[in-house]
């Protein structure tokens, strides 16, 4: 039987005042619901970045088409997202830092658009009606800007000595396409690159096409599994450029710089070991490809989660590749909701680490927990500055609270649980929000129902959100 359902969501109970609202504005303008803007910013839902995303839609795809020259330092393309929107829109806004917009079409018709500081506005020809699914076309072009963060680290478009490279937490992605820039939006991507011939063009997902013609190399990579933009990459240089694939089939892709390609060799080699290892602790893989990016030393000065193949700066050692192989789980496919949420990726590639070592005859977790909680402040003199639940601030989100004092929240709920309800924990959490966005107490609810009868309360209260350091027996 087809469907009779209408395509336009209305919403059925609306109060007279606002029908009335609404026929008068039928009569001001043509565009049948009268529409409110989305919003700038998710505001006090994630106060860390509070101009961050974006309301009244979602995103479901983006289709970047892009071509950078290093020479020029100048990107240009145009940026297609897909939306569906989750109210009656009169006006929209993308986060885009930077760079000069050319022209906008919404469902293929110019719409009229302005600026400030990162955002773009977009005032479509009618109204988006709540529920209908809808494109945004954005044509633009220029020198894409290095950002720093809160933190003193530069993201966004990094220049090279051969070509950019593009990293985006937690806000840097906006320096490349405009787009819904907050974790809690994720979507499917199709990206084409041209740069000149000779060079590489290096994304997320998988590449299924590549063509040269006129001196330039045109590159599409499609990732089809949902993606947060601050994962997006796009690493353009030299590299060599490796593909095999692991015993279970998976294709492995790395692009190594000429000059880390000795020191990357054997480290990156265990790559199917460490999947291998982390399947088995985590569950099922959630992408189609893994891989790497290793860039020359000093192009950034940090490793990054960038989804399907982490960013490193030079050759990453063995704790590295585990920490951002293990993110791929916790971060790239159990997303934060906000970015107060920050431990769930930190703490969890940290104590991946930490596992890691214990099952390969290392430390155990236990030692390494035993150490921090002792002579921890040694290392890292910040330790109990903050609990991890609540950073401090947007400064800290990559300070030792969120990873070492993380991870030590996930030990203590190991102790509480038990070895196997843990290690059950460790492949469930990341398969019960697969894909989705996950907060500190959708997972804190989680545990407390993995064990009705345990108390985590204490553990709560001092570890996750408690000021200073924690009595040691939770
Ligand atoms: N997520 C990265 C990692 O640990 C580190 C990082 C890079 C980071 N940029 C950041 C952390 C911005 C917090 C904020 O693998
Ligand atoms: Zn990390």
Redesign the pocket.
């Known amino acids: 039987m087809p469907r009779s359902v209408p395509l336009v969501h209305r919403a059925p109970l609306v109060p007279t005042a606002l029908l009335l609202a609404g026929a008068l504005a039928l009569t001001a303008c043509d565009g049948g619901v009268h529409g409110t803007p989305g919003g700038s910013g998710l505001r006090d839902r994630d106060p860390y970045f509070p101009k961050s995303g974006n309301g009244g839609y979602d995103v479901t795809h983006y289709d970047l088409d892009l071509a950078y020259d290093p020479d020029t330092s100048r990107l240009s393309g145009t940026a297609t997202l897909t939306a569906r929107a989750t109210q009656n829109l009169s006006a929209l806004n993308l986060d885009l830092d930077g760079l000069d917009v050319e022209k906008v079409t919404v469902g293929g018709d110019p719409a009229r658009w302005n600026r400030t500081g990162r955002e773009l506005t977009v005032r479509p020809h009618d109204d988006l009606d709540e529920g209908r699914v809808f494109r945004v076309s954005v044509a633009y072009s220029g020198t894409p800007k290095t950002v720093t963060?809160p933190?003193g680290?530069e993201?966004g478009w990094l220049p090279t000595d051969d070509g950019a490279v593009a990293?985006g937490?937690?806000t840097g992605s906006a320096a490349w396409f405009p787009g819904n820039h907050h974790p809690s939006d994720k979507a499917s991507y199709d990206l084409t690159i041209t740069v000149p011939e000779g060079l590489k063009a290096v994304s997320n997902g998988e590449l299924t096409a590549s063509r040269t013609s006129g001196g330039r190399t045109a590159s599409h990579w499609h990732t089809a599994e949902p993606m947060a933009s601050?994962l997006a990459t796009l690493a353009i240089g030299d590299y060599d450029i490796h593909r095999t694939a692991t015993p279970d089939g998976l294709p492995v892709y790395t692009a190594v710089d000429p000059a880390q390609a000795a020191a990357s060799r054997k480290v990156l080699a265990q790559i199917p070991a460490v999947m291998a290892w982390s399947e088995d602790t985590f569950g099922a893989y959630p992408f189609s490809s893994t891989g790497a990016i290793v860039d020359r030393q000093g192009d950034a000065e940090?490793?990054?989660?960038t989804q399907n193949r982490?960013y490193f700066p030079g050759a990453p050692d063995t704790e590295?590749l585990v920490?951002?192989l293990a993110?791929q789980w916790f971060?790239d496919s159990v997303t934060p909701k906000t970015?107060r949420d920050?431990w769930l990726?930190?703490g969890f590639?940290?104590y991946a680490e930490w596992l890691w070592a214990e099952d390969h005859g290392g430390d155990s977790a236990q030692k390494t927990f035993d150490e921090l909680y002792r002579h921890g402040d040694d290392v890292y003199a910040d330790l109990w500055s903050f609990p991890p639940g609540k950073p401090s601030g947007a400064a800290h989100?990559?300070d030792s609270p969120?990873?070492q004092r993380g991870a030590m929240v996930l030990h203590q709920i190991r102790r509480q649980l038990g070895d196997t309800a843990f290690r059950a924990l460790l492949r469930d959490w990341p398969t019960t929000h697969r894909h989705g966005n996950a907060d500190t107490e959708d997972f804190t609810s989680y545990v407390e129902d993995l064990a009705p009868d345990k108390d985590f309360g204490p553990i709560w209260e001092q570890w996750l959100y408690g000021d200073g350091k924690p009595e040691r027996s939770a």
Not at 302 to 305: D, F, N, P, S
């Open positions: 963060d933190d680290s993201e990293l937490e937690p601050y940090y490793a990054l989660e982490p590295t920490h951002e993110h971060g970015w920050m990726n930190e590639a940290t989100l990559s969120v990873y």
